[in-house]
């Protein structure tokens, strides 16, 4: 899963980048950065790491986000056609976005607009976004059009209709994320990678003064908290590289005389899960232990194509124990003892913490 970090000018974009991926990419006190940097984090899972004890030996392999950070995104960036190319570049790929909305106070950083205003500052981002999915659509209308009109074809004519019902969101300055298409529909435009289509999540970068207020801060974003594909968090990204930057025990120590109850990473990882309605599972091999990422509501079949495409041609059933009874039962052997491995089939739907052995032959 890769996921751009986006926001306005000196909003804390690579600082919080820099938190997430334990880069040390060199932050501003002015913008300029044309630059995009791409680092990855393995997501933490308390649930592997048990399941790990009991397998020493075994490599423990955890699933991988990455994180974009790319170049700030100004009122009107849009209009120049090089950034928007490289902003469309540094995005493709991505299957989420990560605004970053400044609510920090500092006299060192200028504010791009003047004063601290993040919903205001959330809407110019918005507005940048549908500006480009505006500018592609309306290319792409009119090429197609003129094709339409030289040469009937069904699957244009398709994709026209779509490109038109998306138009005519974006122009009621809705984001495309908020548009409800069917598979189909999307699998015509997935191509185009439009910016407002992206599953959105915000994230409110607040003062140090504002640490343990976090909820009351997000008051400000509410209007977003319930919008399709879209949710909102808080945190500060200052004081989490500087916790970044201490030894585990120390920073548990700092975390908790501020009042920070969860890891920035790991909440942020949580919110981009759920956001993307991504769940993981775990397989134990001969020489690894292993956590996979796929969508809710996966087959068991198809998991078994994410961990080896002959798994999934040669699927044969699938043996399942969900990690909460295995945590009961402490090991594999005492599992089985018990009679809690229950075998399941192709269709059998996976869920979150289930830990699964795939048997296959091919
Ligand atoms: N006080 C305070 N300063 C912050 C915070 N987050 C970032 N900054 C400062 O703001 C400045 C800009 O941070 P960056 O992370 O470089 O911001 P950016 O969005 O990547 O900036 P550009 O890439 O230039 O658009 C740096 O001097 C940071 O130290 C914060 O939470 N509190
Ligand atoms: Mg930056």
Request: glycine share 6%; aromatic share 6%; charged share 25%.
């Amino acid at each position: 899963m890769r996921i751009g970090v986006i926001g306005l000018p000196l909003s804390g974009k690579t600082t919080l980048f820099n938190v997430l991926t334990g880069s040390q990419v060199e932050t501003s006190s002015f913008s300029g950065g044309r630059q995009s940097h791409l680092g990855t984090v393995k997501v933490p899972d308390a649930r592997l790491d048990f399941i790990h004890q009991s397998y020493p030996e075994h490599k423990k392999i955890q699933t991988i986000v990455e994180y974009v950070d790319v170049v700030g995104i100004a009122k009107g960036a849009t209009r120049s056609v090089t950034i928007l190319d490289e902003l469309l570049n540094q995005l493709r790929n991505c299957e989420a976005l990560l605004l970053v909305v400044r609510d920090f106070a500092n006299d060192r950083v200028p504010h791009p607009e003047g004063k601290i205003n993040p919903q205001q500052d959330v809407q110019i981002v918005e507005t940048e976004l549908l500006l480009s999915d505006l500018a592609i659509l309306e290319t792409r209308i009119n090429r197609l059009q003129k094709e339409i009109a030289k040469r009937k074809d069904a699957k244009d004519e398709k994709e026209l209709l779509v490109l038109e019902k998306c138009r005519g969101f974006v122009e009621n300055e809705k984001p495309l994320r908020e548009l409800e298409l069917t598979e189909e529909e999307n699998k015509l435009i997935r191509g185009y990678q439009f910016l407002s289509a992206k599953p959105l999540l915000i994230v409110l970068n607040i003062g140090e003064e504002h640490i343990g207020q976090e909820e009351q801060r997000l008051q400000i974003l509410q209007s977003y908290a319930n919008r399709p594909r879209t949710r909102i968090a808080a945190l500060s990204a200052e004081i989490e590289m500087e916790i970044s930057q201490l030894e585990a025990a120390d920073a548990a120590i700092f975390r908790q005389d501020l009042g920070i109850k969860e890891v920035a990473v790991e909440k942020l990882i949580r919110e981009s899960y759920a956001l993307l309605g991504l769940i993981s599972f775990f397989t134990i091999g001969t020489n690894e232990v292993r956590a996979w990422t796929i969508r809710q509501g996966t087959t068991a079949q198809k998991a078994a194509g994410v961990v080896h495409t002959d798994m999934e041609r040669g699927f044969i059933r699938a043996e399942v124990v969900h990690f909460n009874d295995y945590q009961k039962y402490g090991s594999i052997s005492k599992v089985r003892e018990m009679a809690a491995l229950h075998l399941e089939g192709k269709d059998y739907v996976i869920h979150d913490g289930d830990i699964v052995f795939f048997r296959f032959h091919v």
